[in-house]
């Protein structure tokens, strides 16, 4: 399974929105992960139409999540931005060709089709196994407990509206 670029940025960004205490514009998270302001934009919108963050307008605008961490699965993030699609299409190859079986006798899922929707299944269940909550929770253990709070004290920092 191959994920585009877009899935890791939205999942950063996700983690470091918990730590803010009102809604955080594109451009500063742009900056704080050093990434182009208008990729970035297009990820936080999608996001934004999954329902996952929301779009708050004006001077103090920005993005927040909607729900609490805990609620958030990082699969709600990946079908956010590069959809929900299966990773595997079958084609019925198996009826090419001048040996190919007739449709009427393909009356189930050949093996290939089989293994690779039971992989699917699988990368799904596991990346639904995992929360926003619990990628914060592997931030504190891996980059200490002040990290994070730093980074929510860089996004919002205190009267400045930005």
Known sequence: MKLSGGVEWALHCCVVLTTATEPVPAARLALLHDVSPSYLAKQMQALSRAGLVASVQGKTGGYA???????????????????????????????RGPLGTPPQECTKPCGVARVMYAADSAWRASLRSVTI????????????????PAIGAWLNPAGSGS
């Open 65 to 95: 999540l909607t729900r609490p961490a805990a609620e958030i699965t990082v699969l709600d993030v990946v079908q956010a931005v590069d959809g929900a699609g299966p990773a595997f299409v079958c084609t019925e190859i198996r009826q």
């Open 133 to 148: 909550a619990d990628l914060v929770d592997s931030v504190e253990q891996d980059n200490g407990p002040t990290a994070l």
